[in-house]
């Protein structure tokens, strides 16, 4: 007979042994002690076998309470002290990277945005698909055919002055070039509506050209143009006119006009060069439009029977007109732009201004 278990005390004891435990290997040991094959506990059930069954079942039934109770607190605590361990571990790890970096990359980050030629070039974009005109790209690095021979300036003709041309050390010499206008995506746009059998076209076509120029206040060496080409039955001059001058004063407001003026383009016949109203003074004359209230935005004209001829379309059946300006041009004028070269010198001082 082992000396009577006082289980009141032993709970107390081993619950106040859990309370204070403070890791997880505490709370298993003390849990061993109490309740482990060696316990009091343990062997107070052992005995139970030599008492009378009214003490047998008394004295069971407590230690079976005992034994749930000190469970139960072992499982909280051990949970508990998890959570703080998982914590801590995660503390330890934690990489603060704001405290790596220098002081600059901390500070609050300002925001990149697009250049003003692009910007420029998405409003002249949504103007003309407004007016129904679909966007179209072509190839910068052209050759010879689509930006001069099939726009009827054949090689060695006097009007390939007109475009001081980059030509690359490709192939045949001189016949692979960077694009000096967006006048090519015209012919690959009128080539590829004759192979599909032939349809009307009514297009836009921005992107980058180069000259071999020198820069100045009015000229860069990379520039950008947007083309527009008609294609249609029965498209007149009237039409050219009247979208040009539809284009002007939705894309530079209601006072700014359009007037067109003879001029020459090997690739249209009639051609005109357009102007429109001087942005600065609002046409009542001044030193950047020399005093005319006019400044001179691009060409255009009527589509040479030439073209037609070089790409295979109907010039009896099918008429049309193209157009073509400066992109960066655009900018300039809408923003009062002193400089062109201000465009690409990358000085976020002015650049953010727009
Ligand atoms: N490609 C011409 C240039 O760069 C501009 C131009 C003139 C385009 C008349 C046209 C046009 O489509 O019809 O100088």
Redesign the pocket.
Known sequence: MTAPLDVDALVAEASAALASAGTTDEVRQVTTAALGKRSPLVAAHRSLGGLDPDERRALGRRLDDARRTLEAIADDRRRALEAAELEAALLAERLDLGEELPDRARSPLSRGALHLVTTTRDALEDTFVGMGFEVVEGPEVETDWYNFGALNIPPAHPARG??DTFYLAVGEPETVLLR????PV?VRLMEAAVAAGMSPIHAVMPGRCYRRDTPDARHLPVFH?V???VVDEGITFADLAGTIETFTTAYFGPEIHSRLRPAF?P??EP?AEFEITCTLCRGTGCRTCSGTGWIEL????MVDPAVFDAVGIDGERWTGF????GIDRCAQMRHQIADMRSLVENDVRFLRQF
């Open positions: 007109m475009w000096a206008h967006t006048s015209q143009q083309e527009g080409l383009f690739f249209t051609s691009g060409g255009c004209g193209a157009f073509g300006f």
